[in-house]
């Protein structure tokens, strides 16, 4: 999991819902536009080791998609997931 301020203590509750069973990371940079969050996603080691029955949740918050450019966030996410295949 990774994202702006609003998913602090998301990945701890997200592993308390989950259980022992499943492994959950997370890290969040304060006020990052998603084009910041992505970049630094695909840079992590771990998003490297991901397999196909794997999850990746990235979240931004407003400062991804301020001024109506919801449309430029969605394309950075998009180009994630696209590069992961």
Not at 22 to 51: E, N, Q, T, W
Request: aromatic share 4%.
């Amino acid at each position: 999991m990774s994202g702006d301020s609003h998913v602090r203590n998301c990945a701890t509750e997200l592993q308390h819902n989950l259980g022992a069973n499943y492994d959950v990371s997370s890290f969040v940079i304060p006020g990052a536009k998603m084009d910041a969050i992505a970049k630094r996603c695909k840079a992590r080691d771990a998003i490297k080791k991901l397999r196909s029955e794997d999850v990746v949740v990235v979240w931004g918050g407003p400062n991804g998609i301020s001024k109506n450019n919801a449309s430029v966030a969605i394309k950075h996410v998009c180009n994630f997931v696209e590069e992961k295949k």
